[in-house]
């Protein structure tokens, strides 16, 4: 079974720049989640979709992320325009979407913004 | 959602048997108790998961007493490649579907 692809897995770019991360959940995984890591801390929660809806994006800083998951199946998140507070590893996971289903995690994206 | 608090760091040597303790004194009835282990420039990956007692798998065991508000993980004889940030994420069945949340980890060192 494939795990939970991300692409790119590094990115730099300066301030005020926009980028965009891709993942591919496990195939058949309804539930999708996009989490920020800052070093040394651990993974925050950005938006929790279910199919193609969003279930959660209460900690998404709207004014500048956006994601979606046109499909039901892979997802983008967007960061325009990034600050340097953003500088973090972006992780995205899926679940079955059953009730105590574990998640898997996909490497992640290394952003660096200079 | 329960917050959870862990030690942020242990050492260990190799052989011994970690024990790693979360407290969780707001988890909710429906609530499972799930660890998490994290190396450098990976996600995080899934070790174990249980409800009350005690569960045990090929990796580690989980101890959770009656009253839930806290549960210890266990990993016997660790190895070095054992050092890593370990998880205790609290989290069940919300509107929209599974919910935890992670909190700041405990690292662990495993020195030979």
């Known amino acids: 079974e494939a795990g939970v692809a991300q692409s790119p897995r590094y990115k730099i770019i300066e301030k005020r720049q926009s980028v965009a991360f891709w993942c591919n959940p496990i195939?058949?995984?309804?539930?999708l989640y996009w989490y920020q890591q800052i070093l040394g801390q651990g993974p925050k929660l950005l938006i929790q979709?279910?199919?193609?809806?969003?279930?959660?994006d209460s900690q998404l800083p709207k004014d500048r992320f956006s994601a979606e998951r046109l499909k039901g199946v892979d997802s983008t998140l967007k960061i325009q325009p990034a600050k340097l507070e953003d500088s973090a590893v972006y992780l995205c996971?899926?679940?079955?979407?059953?009730?105590?289903?574990?998640?898997?995690f996909g490497p992640g994206t290394r952003l660096t913004v200079l | 959602l329960a917050k959870t608090t862990q030690p942020i760091s242990m050492d260990s040597y190799e052989g011994q048997e970690v024990n790693i303790t979360c407290s969780h004194n707001n988890i909710a009835t429906n609530d499972y108790i799930t660890w998490y282990q994290q190396f450098p420039s990976q996600g995080p990956r899934f070790i174990i998961q249980?409800?009350?007692t005690k569960v045990t798998n090929e990796v580690a065991s989980l101890f959770i007493p009656a009253d839930r508000k806290s549960s210890t993980l266990s990993l016997p004889r660790v190895s070095l490649s054992d050092t890593a940030v370990y998880y205790c994420?609290?989290?069940?069945?919300?509107?929209?579907?599974?919910?935890?949340?992670f909190g700041a980890g405990t690292r662990l060192f495993v020195k030979a």
């Open positions: 249980g409800y009350k």
């Open positions: 994420l609290v989290g069940g069945l919300r509107t929209g579907g599974f919910k935890t949340i």
């Open positions: 195939s058949g995984h309804a539930t």
């Open positions: 979709f279910q199919n193609n809806g969003v279930v959660d």
């Open positions: 996971a899926s679940t079955g979407g059953r009730g105590t289903d574990t998640q898997y």
